[in-house]
């Protein structure tokens, strides 16, 4: 049984994502930091397969704490072969109301939460000569987006470092790719109002929002062999919005 292991994997892309690779055959390791009740809810609705699910409450920009959950899942499931880096936080605004500590929380959680989890997971990686590891990205990264520029940033910085690590890691067998989210209608939304919803829906060329699970597949396509040729990419699932 293959091990996957993913950060905020509670609700919304996560909690998706944990459900198609369960429906796949995986055993799964999900790390959340304090959304107990999502947490909740995602272990009764798996409840037939508690053997192959563990949930270990860690805070993603806490080297520490990741150290010790990815023992706790090593520990339990074996080796880690895929790795999905998916927790994070939005902040919006504009920039020049941001100070250090904003800038600290999203670059802590949004990069430093991806740097921790290959710091833990990848050596071993590398030792197998295999694993897979998917990022989520956003669009913003690569586009920018006005209000949300340290959002922006912090993803950028994830495709970066997903671009490099594809190239240093490919000759140890190991891929790494990110999906970039266009709107997805997730908790991560509910600051917005439905006008603003109904706007960002008719910007998407498609004309709606997306849906978790359609970001899901293709997480799940690129830590497969279906993907074995496809590294160092950051995958749009936007319905054409850039
Ligand atoms: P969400 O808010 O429902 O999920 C975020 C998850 O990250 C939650 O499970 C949360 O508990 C977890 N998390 C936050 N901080 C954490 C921390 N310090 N340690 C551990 N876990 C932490 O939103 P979502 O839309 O499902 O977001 C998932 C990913 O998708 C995020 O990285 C987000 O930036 C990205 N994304 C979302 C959209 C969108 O429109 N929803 C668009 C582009 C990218």
């Known amino acids: 049984m293959k091990h996957l292991l993913i950060s905020g994997g509670t609700r919304g892309i996560g909690a998706a994502t944990v ?11 999900v790390l959340y930091s304090s959304d107990e009740e999502a947490k909740n809810s995602l272990q009764n609705e798996l409840s037939s397969n508690a053997d192959s699910l ?3 409450k860690a805070d993603v920009s806490d080297p520490k704490q990741v150290s010790d959950a990815v023992s ?3 520990e339990r499931f074996n080796n880690v072969d895929v790795l999905v880096s998916n927790a994070g936080i939005s902040l919006s605004g504009l920039s020049d109301t941001f100070g250090f500590n904003d800038y600290r929380k999203v670059m802590d959680i949004n990069f430093g939460g991806f740097f921790n989890l290959i710091h833990e997971i990848v050596p071993s990686m590398i030792s197998r000569k295999e694993g897979s590891v998917v990022a989520v990205s ?4 690569q586009e920018g987006a006005s209000c949300e520029a340290l959002y922006s940033a912090s993803k950028g910085a994830v495709d970066s470092y997903v671009k490099s690590l594809a190239k240093e890691l490919g000759p140890s067998g190991i891929r790494v790719n990110a999906v970039s989210p266009g709107v997805i209608l997730t908790d991560m ?3 917005y109002s439905k006008e603003d919803l109904d706007a960002l829906a008719g910007d998407t060329p498609v004309q709606r929002l ?3 699970k359609e970001v899901a597949d293709v997480i799940y396509y690129l830590s497969s062999s279906e993907s074995s040729f496809i590294t160092g990419q950051i995958v749009g699932v936007n319905g054409g919005f850039c």
């Open 210 to 212: 997306g849906d978790p």
């Open 72 to 74: 706790k899942a090593v």
């Open 54 to 56: 563990l949930f270990i």
């Open 19 to 29: 459900r198609r690779f369960i429906t796949e055959g995986f055993s799964v390791t």
């Open 189 to 191: 939304l509910s600051c």
């Open 138 to 141: 956003s669009m913003w990264g």
